[in-house]
């Protein structure tokens, strides 16, 4: 297990890198802990995979460092890092049996035979494949492949982390939840660093204790799924996580008081030097939907089953309210703002309040 | 099981199997007409019964020639298939160095067959040739006119110019299918250059190889044109192959009865090793 250091690290897949554009990864400088368990989470081309091929050597940064456990091992290969990384298409060596499969990565590191007997034992038990070791390999379902390529990580127990590709995307949603719960069981048991790229914010949010939001090259946010939620530092994580996303619209602040068109919106506080573009976002989930507030009219209600998803305009703008499975739209449908659930963006980075 | 037979289908394939029968069975049923029966010319045709067979097989120099023809498959096969795995893995993957690569391979498969033996024919002449000029030059004793050694490693250097090509794009095509995790995923294993070959890249490869030896051995064992032009069979019968010998015998010395009998023979031969070929196949994509 290691502390990563990621410092500085810059990439571009091009040879004479110009423009800031030009940089798939544009400046990440963030350490995992650790045993941490963390999630890359963003949209395809955030340049997520790209930092996790850094990590596991598959890639070598343009700029910046890397450390394990404060050791430099930028220049380092793959094999040398002792990094497990399990892809988002299984690989499984076809023409091996499971229990060759996973001692495979200690067999080609010269461990004696015993020991790896005993090793992978282990670890088909832990993937639960025990009453497969003998078979061959093809013949297994999606998930058991994943199974597979997890557990040749798992199987080398003095792995300094193992990282995940986007593991489950060929798995079926119930296996999903399944294969995710193990992971975290195993996490608890052994204490792996693991890092965890993904596209979906609820494999991300339920994986991590901490997750790391990527955009256009660059962290933008990292924190527990509560701050994600409460608290995005960017507009951009307000609408990538939470479903339906943040409302964001366009305000003039004065004091602690916002001007949304006509509409005034009280604040919690007073946002300290916002200047630029001033956004305000409250996440529907505190956007509270009754006979007083500011007039808005509704134009769709859907039912995602354990709650409402309304959907409105208010002085012209879209905006999303979650409303109780039994509460029904009034007559007059108002909408207020629960000063809880306010931030407030300069130039789409949150803007702290004072009292 | 509500299957409406429609009986006007038959029609549709119609011109199909009136073709196949003038190009292939009608042929094919003069074959075995003459194998059976003896002739003088003037088109007096008698009765031969299973002579024309007999004579063959208790023939040395029907067997001799198939041994000719098993060595030579044997041969080619032992040196184009590895060579060919050998070329496609070290070919580029990515950037402009996969045209030209797929260019220069397929040059030698574009050239008429003849043609090939014409060029080697040329390039191995110990007057004239580029190759057998200068090996003689550099003092090797090299005339594939004379020497029966020197023409069977004429005629496999030929086959294996003309045809490794082949191997090459199949097993390439076989590797360039192989998605990049799996070699991410063996590096990240540990995997040496060796393992990385015998457990991802073989087993890739390894149904695109079961077609091209199946492709080069049937090609080689039926092979004509090329030692013809080069060797003319020769120097003594040292190439004569099946297909060779079989037109000595039924256009050289127009023994119609004796050369049916063994153009059926070679065919019979060629479909069983065609059927164990399908057969070894088949069953070995039921196993997986």
Known sequence: MARIDVNHVRHSYLPNPQKEADFALREVHHTFEDGGAYALLGPSGCGKTTLLNIISGLLHPSHGKLLFNGRDVTNLSTQERNIAQVFQFPVIYDTMTVYDNLAFPLRNRGVPEADVDRKVRETLEMIDLASWARKKARGLTADQKQKISLGRGLVRSDVNAILFDEPLTVIDPHMKWVLRSQLKQLHRRFGYTMVYVTHDQTEALTFADQVVVMYDGGIVQIGTPAELFERPRHTFVGYFIGSPGMNVMPVAVEGKTAMLGSQRIELPGAPKAASGAVELGIRPEYVRLGRDGMAVSVSKVEDVGRHKVVRAKLEGRDIAAVIGEDETVPAEPKVRFDPAGINIYADSWRVEMGA | ?288
């Open chain 2, 1 to 288: 099981m509500d299957k409406t037979w429609n009986n006007k289908a038959w029609f549709l394939v119609l011109p199909v199997l009136v073709l196949v029968a003038f190009t292939a069975v009608i042929p094919l049923m003069t074959v075995v007409n003459y194998s059976v029966q003896d002739t003088f010319g003037n088109n007096v045709f008698t009765w031969a019964g299973t002579e024309w067979f007999e004579e063959l097989l208790s023939s040395s120099r029907f067997w001799e020639a198939m041994v000719r023809n098993l060595i030579f498959s044997f041969i080619i096969l032992a040196i184009e298939v590895p060579l060919g795995i050998f070329i496609a893995l070290n070919m580029p993957k990515k950037g402009w160095g996969v045209p030209v690569c797929l260019v220069l391979m397929s040059l030698p498969l574009l050239i008429p067959w003849n043609v090939v033996g014409t060029i080697w024919q040329v390039f191995g002449r110990s007057d004239i040739g580029l190759m057998g000029y200068y090996l003689n030059a550099i003092g090797i004793d090299y005339n594939y006119v004379q020497d029966p050694f020197d023409a069977w490693v004429t005629i496999i250097i030929m086959d294996v110019w003309h045809w490794t090509s082949l191997v090459v794009l199949l097993c390439y095509a076989g590797l360039v299918s192989i998605p990049d995790a799996f070699y991410q995923a063996a590096k990240i294993d540990g995997a040496s250059r060796w393992a990385v070959f015998r457990y991802i890249q073989l087993p890739k490869m390894q149904r695109v190889l079961l077609i091209a030896v199946l492709l080069r051995f049937m090609d080689s064992f039926m092979i004509y044109t090329e030692p013809f032009v080069v060797t003319g069979g020769g120097p003594g019968n040292s190439t004569t192959f099946l297909s060779i010998d079989l037109v000595k015998t039924a256009l050289g010395q127009f023994d119609l009865g004796p050369a049916a009998a063994m153009s059926l023979v070679y065919f019979l031969i060629i479909l069983l090793l065609s059927w164990v070929f399908y057969t070894v196949m088949t069953n070995y994509d039921a196993e997986r």
